[in-house]
């Protein structure tokens, strides 16, 4: 054994004078890469733990209902169809009597009579002002909910409604520049402004700003749309602050949104795809997360996590192209409506 011992020391010896360095080295590395491993594996889980959290925590919603049921009211713009709508039906479920916005009298009227069937006990109004417009008339707006104990206004009017739906920044019309601008930019950061003394004497009060996926990133021919967008999310973040700042009890939350099956666009349910009403009553449950913006449906935020993950350059390209293959579908669509009708006039 003592014979076993002393070649055991004699051999390590030896090696400690052939790879001193070696040894020297991988001490030298093992300490930092453990440290990045744990600083990583940490983050990860931190990351992981909050992501989870913020959809299984119970919504503070309630705290924006003062009273009874029915005795407290929300605003809901662009109410007369797809995630609005949505919106309008889940804050009804949940007590809250609502004033609908749209454009279109008509549909709003549809909207109004198919909820006030399902909630006979509440109270909806509707209120009609084209948003689109650079003199929408914010004035009426105000002026239908300044005497109603408002403490809810969803900013959800948006799109792209507006011209071609695949032009070019440069083949685009100015005044259809415009109107988008004013559909997704102008028109909620206006009537916020507006609405703020009315929501200030009701707090605490709640403005959701709905944004989208596509102001996380850049798509061809949705310039205008994806930039308004990325505004209304650092917007919506500033005037957290802002409240904050002075004291306010006005929470802002902005709500980033996925592909969700709306009256403007018909793409069936899936995995990463869900209805209006589907969509309205997640972004509701994350009221009162703490942060300033938040993919309402947890589904579109693992989406859009895992497209993150993606090198930007990968990214663009991959949205290039499928943008192109939109749009190369769309003409040969309108191509052969034309032709079709070209017929029928023959």
């Avoid at 093992?30 to 931190?46: D, E, M, V």
């Avoid at 929300?74 to 009804?92: V, W």
């Avoid at 609908?100 to 009579?113: D, E, F, M, S, Y």
């Avoid at 993606?310 to 309108?334: C, N, T, V, W, Y």
Wanted: net charge positive; charged share 15%.
């Amino acid at each position: 054994m003592d014979t076993a011992n002393a070649l055991l020391t004699n051999l390590s010896t030896k090696l400690e004078k052939l790879y001193p360095k070696t040894t020297s080295a991988s001490t030298t590395l093992t300490t930092p890469l453990t440290t990045i491993g744990l600083l990583t594996t940490t983050y990860l889980a931190y990351n992981a733990t909050s992501f989870i959290y913020q959809y299984l925590r119970p919504s503070s919603l309630p705290k924006y209902h003062h009273g009874q049921p029915y005795t407290t009211w929300a605003l809901i713009t662009g109410a007369s169809d797809g995630i609005g709508a949505g919106f309008a039906e889940a804050l009804l479920s949940r007590g809250f009597n609502v004033v609908l916005h749209g454009r279109n009298p008509t549909k709003l009227a549809g909207v109004q009579q198919r909820l006030a069937s399902q909630f006979p006990k509440a109270q909806i109004l509707t209120v009609v002002a084209d948003a689109g417009s650079s003199s929408a008339d914010i004035t009426s707006i105000v002026t239908a909910v300044s005497t109603l104990p408002l403490t809810v206004l969803i900013n959800n009017v948006g799109g792209v409604p507006f011209g071609e739906p695949y032009d070019t920044l440069e083949d685009a019309e100015a005044s259809t520049v415009d109107a988008l601008i004013n559909l997704n930019l102008r028109f909620p950061t206006q009537l916020t402004k507006a609405l703020l003394p009315i929501l200030q004497k009701n707090e605490p009060s709640l403005v959701v700003n709905i944004g989208s996926g596509a102001g996380e990133m850049g798509l061809p021919y949705l310039g205008v749309y994806c930039g308004s967008k990325a505004f209304n999310l650092r917007w919506n973040q500033a005037m957290k602050a802002e409240m904050m700042a002075l004291g306010k009890k006005v929470e802002m939350l902005g709500i980033l949104v996925g592909n969700v099956r709306s009256g403007g666009n018909k793409i069936g349910e899936g995995f990463f795809t869900c209805s209006s009403l589907t969509m309205a009553n997640a972004a509701l449950d994350r009221v009162g997360c703490g942060r300033s913006s938040v993919w309402g449906w947890w589904r579109h935020g693992l989406q859009f996590g895992l497209i993150g993950s993606i090198p930007e350059g990968m990214r663009l390209g991959a949205a290039s192209g499928m943008m192109a293959e939109r749009k190369r579908q769309h003409m040969e669509m309108q191509s052969k409506k034309v032709g079709t009708e070209d017929a029928m006039k023959g």
